[in-house]
């Protein structure tokens, strides 16, 4: 069965290519979000087994909505997007509960390492 997937980034073009190599790879994307708002409802109504989170978008950020994710469900696993340079941003998402993180522009390979190496976990 595949992997359940839930997408958040703010710009539509980056959900577009990292839905095309997560498709490609044989995950099944269930949800799509905007902002950290949506991603926190979409969590709990499609229950993905990870999400792909933004770090910095409108209305409320990819650190805040790891955390309220993660208050809900401790278990969950998140994998934060991040441009180059956010260095201080990651460290905190990861001492929040982030599992890992993938540096935009994406790399289908490390996009694919990285997750696969999460869910057979």
Do not use: W
């Not at 805040?64 to 340079?85: E, Q, W, Y």
Request: glycine share 6%; hydrophobic share 50%.
């Amino acid at each position: 069965m595949a992997k359940r997937i839930l997408i958040t980034d703010d710009a539509l073009f980056m959900r577009v290519t990292l839905k095309n190599i997560l498709v490609q790879n044989g995950f099944e994307v269930v949800g799509e979000a905007q902002n950290g708002k949506e991603a926190v409802d979409l969590y709990d109504q499609l229950k993905p087994d990870l999400v792909t989170m933004d770090i910095t978008m409108p209305e409320m950020d990819g650190i805040a909505a790891l955390k309220a994710i993660r208050s809900n469900d401790p278990d969950a696993k998140v994998v934060m997007c991040t441009a180059m340079g956010q260095k201080n941003m990651v460290v905190e998402a990861i001492q929040n509960g982030a599992k890992d993180f993938i540096v935009k522009p994406f790399q289908p390979e490390r996009v694919v390492e990285a997750l696969g190496k999460l869910l057979a976990a």
